[in-house]
């Protein structure tokens, strides 16, 4: 879809944007577009609390229910509810490895669809597009998928054998993008769009309603040039509406240590970075270590990297290897092995710091790194499993050197100087919301501080998911932005937020036919009244 250099149509207000075209977006288009989930007759649901609850009201859809009262007393692996009461709808008892059947029967009723647009800056799929290829995602294929199309079922028309019931970031991408074609999604996509504005837009003296305005810019493929390439182009839009969703995930900076030599050329914030260092051959068995900054999921993707070229690895972490926080600890041996070799090296070859000379308190070590078999000595034996590794669990990056070496601090205090080749600092990211104002600090759990993912997401109705700082009402966050990181769950989001909407526009409806109800009996009251006159 594209804009015009103006309003989509002038003065028009849409009935809902939404910002941000990955999974989250997705889902609740797909929602808003007619499709309908009611309790099957023919399915009942494995917990009987719930089962019990969603068979008082069986005529209604899942929609038009209290999902408060049916998240009373479920739990799950989501801090919210709603996220919780969708999974367990979809994916019943899935966590004990079980396949129950969905109670959910989705009925298509285009009568009950809502108007809406949904931005991106890329294809539909987000973030997805942008993440390395052949890795496997971390959740089950299953968990992946979004309602009506079942992931193992395309996979198997992509390839012949689906391994290890997972997927790799590549290909949820592209069923992500296939699935807006599927359920014909596509009209309400405008892809190829940067918004750069949020704002409220007040009542005029002509009476208009408040709404919310949006404005951006879209990326248009200009003509083309004599050697076949085209110029593109970006054309400015303003758009209004009457609600707002904030779907944009939470991919979009890299989140930063803030120490000195951070901007050095040789330290990198992407997984990306590595992919092109060992794709120009920069990296090999014989480079000095490189350094892997963070204890998540990509920062163990880039450890699996190196191994794999039989690049020593120097693994620098705040957490304690044991940390129940550490999300090693939290996944599954036999499904993810991988990850359990990461945290097992993480745990057994540990950095051992020599003890301290009598005439110092804190000695600055170097350990001598010209090659890769000068590492310092670790606490596994010879035949470890990766001779190449080393961790520095709770320690801290100091600072960074133009001549490649590294200081790290240990949470005691001492400090050891690295030889690397090449830093990774992979503690995540946070999301680009310079569209609002201060960046959207205003929204979240604590006002004072940048909206972060984990520490401080944007603070919503749990059952509604408006955001509860909002300068007025209609605005509402989903996905990464409130905290939800796995697409398994961030579905609960585009649940509370179609619910609330489609309770809104029925209450709407109803004061509209009581208003019309008073007129009419005001107009009859005065009818009587003008018949008693004339005939007193």
């Known amino acids: 879809m594209d804009f015009q250099d103006k309003e989509i149509i002038p003065g028009k207000i849409l009935p809902v944007v939404i910002i941000g075209n990955g999974p989250s977006g997705i889902c609740l288009s797909y929602l808003l577009s007619g499709r309908i989930p009611y ?18 009201q069986p005529h209604l859809s899942l929609m038009e229910q209290d999902l408060e009262y049916l998240c ?110 599927q359920m014909s999604l596509e009209q309400n996509f405008a892809c190829g769009t940067t918004v750069t504005g949020v704002t409220r837009q007040p009542s005029n003296q002509e009476g ?37 969703v904030l779907a944009t995930g939470t991919h979009d900076i890299p989140a930063r240590l803030g120490v000195e030599g951070e901007s050095l050329p040789h330290v990198c914030h992407s997984f990306w970075e590595l992919e092109a260092a060992i794709s120009r051959g920069e990296l090999d068995q014989s480079s000095d270590p490189v350094l892997v900054v963070g204890a998540g999921l990509t920062a163990a993707d880039a450890v699996l990297a190196a191994h794999h070229l039989n690049t020593p690895v120097y693994h620098v972490f705040r957490r304690s290897v044991n940390d129940p926080g550490l999300i090693f600890n939290q996944l599954p041996k036999l499904l993810y092995p991988e990850y359990h070799k990461i945290h097992q090296m993480m745990t057994q070859q540990q950095y051992q710091a020599p003890p301290p000379p009598q005439s110092h308190a804190h000695n600055l070590q170097t350990p001598p790194s010209s090659s890769s078999s000068s590492l310092p000595p670790a606490s596994s034996s010879s035949s470890s499993s990766y001779s190449g590794y080393l961790s520095f669990p709770r320690y801290k990056v100091v600072a ?137």
Request: negative net charge.
């Open 208 to 244: 208009s309603t408040p709404c919310w305005r949006v404005t951006g810019l879209q990326r248009r493929e200009g003509e083309e040039l004599g050697d076949g390439s085209t110029v593109s182009d970006e054309v400015p839009f303003s758009l209004l509406a009457h609600n707002v």
């Open 39 to 56: 309790l099957s007759p023919e399915v009942s649901h494995p917990n009987p609390l719930l089962s019990s609850k969603l068979g008082e």
């Open 400 to 536: 960074f050197r133009p001549d490649k070496k590294c200081v790290l601090e240990s949470d005691s205090g001492e400090r050891t100087v690295l030889q690397i080749s090449k830093a990774l600092v992979l503690i995540g990211a946070h999301p680009n919301l310079s569209f609002l104002r201060e960046n959207g600090r205003a929204l979240g759990i604590y006002p004072e501080e940048p909206i972060t993912c984990r520490r401080n997401p944007i603070d919503v109705d749990p059952f509604t998911n408006k955001v509860l700082g909002a300068e007025g009402p209609g605005l509402y966050a989903m996905g990464p932005l409130v905290g939800e990181n796995f697409v398994r769950f961030l579905k609960g989001g585009a649940l509370a937020i179609a619910s609330d909407l489609a309770k809104r526009h029925r209450g709407e409806k109803e004061e509209e036919g009581e208003k019309y109800l008073m007129i009419d009996r005001f107009m009859d009251r005065q009818k009587r009244t003008e018949t008693e006159v004339r005939e007193s």
């Open 72 to 181: 009373e007393g479920l739990e799950g692996r989501s801090s919210n509810p709603v996220a919780v009461l969708f999974d367990s709808l979809l994916l019943p008892d899935s966590d004990f490895g079980l396949d129950h059947s969905s109670p959910l029967d989705w009925r298509y009723e285009p009568e009950r669809s809502v108007p809406h647009l949904v931005l991106g800056r890329g294809p539909p799929g987000g973030a997805w597009h942008a993440m390395e290829g052949s890795m496997l995602t971390l959740s089950l294929a299953n968990w992946m998928e979004l309602p009506g199309l079942k992931l193992k079922d395309w996979m198997r028309e992509k390839r012949r054998n689906v391994r290890n019931d997972r997927a790799t970031p590549a290909e949820i991408a592209s069923y992500y993008q296939h699935y807006v074609s």
